[in-house]
């Protein structure tokens, strides 16, 4: 009798145990639980506001810029005209606005052809201030890729910055042009033409200053 009781026990403790080991086994072969996705970066395409600039045109960074910080705007509601030659008139006066459009105390320089009702005239007055121009200035003479970097070179506290590696044979034996020229380089501003040439003479385009200016903008505080 007792050997009966002993059987019926371990046969049940047995299925017990059977019934047990398949739940165990389910639980440690369960599917760990899914990662939570890594959000995905939305991209935003550039937009050209200008029907004369492309939305890939690596000059529309700097008009962008340019536009939204009332350097300069469009030739019209929808056009830049990125390609119009610019004017000293026209680049210091988008410099001028660059450094916050301060102004100045100081008496006319400038010969009576020079209008003090002139949008350029408070430029002007700071760019003679700052030395950047004399009494001989004249507004509407083309600017030149050299005269350009100039300004800019001279507003950033006129580094030295010419040495050896300078690669360009055409830029005129002056320390202004030498300095200026291999500012614009070392900073990015502006790079040759080829790898021997700067091209000094060649005019500005409105597109090229303000890019000129974008690219900068970071260095043009110390003489604002």
């Not at 047990?20 to 440690?28: D, Q, T």
């Not at 369960?30 to 939570?36: D, K, L, Q, V």
């Not at 000059?59 to 705007?73: D, H, K, R, S």
């Amino acid at each position: 009798m007792r050997d009966r009781i002993h059987k019926r026990i371990h046969a049940l403790l047995m299925s017990l145990v059977l019934v047990a080991v398949p739940v165990l086994v389910a639980e440690s072969e369960s599917a760990p639980p899914e990662p939570t996705p890594e959000p995905v970066a939305e991209v935003v395409e550039t937009v050209s506001p200008f029907e004369d600039v492309k939305a890939d045109s690596p000059f529309l960074p700097g008009i962008l810029y340019a536009v939204e910080q009332n350097i300069t705007n469009g030739t019209t509601a929808k056009t830049f005209t990125p390609y119009a030659i610019c004017t000293h008139a026209q680049i210091l006066t988008f410099l001028w606005r660059a450094s916050g459009s301060p102004a100045s105390n100081i008496d006319n320089p400038f010969p009576a052809d020079i209008e003090t009702n002139a949008y350029y005239y408070p430029a002007a007055l700071w760019s003679y201030e700052k030395g950047l121009i004399d009494d001989t200035f004249n507004p509407y003479a083309y600017c030149t890729r050299l005269q350009a970097v100039t300004y800019m070179w001279k507003l950033s506290g006129a580094p030295a910055a010419y040495g050896d590696g300078f690669a360009f044979t055409d830029v005129p034996d002056d320390p202004d042009a030498l300095n200026a020229v291999a500012w614009a380089i070392a900073h990015s501003v502006t790079n040759g033409t080829t790898e021997t040439t700067f091209s000094p003479s060649k005019r500005c385009t409105r597109a090229q200053i303000v890019t000129f200016i974008y690219r900068g903008r970071d260095l043009l505080g110390s003489q604002a």
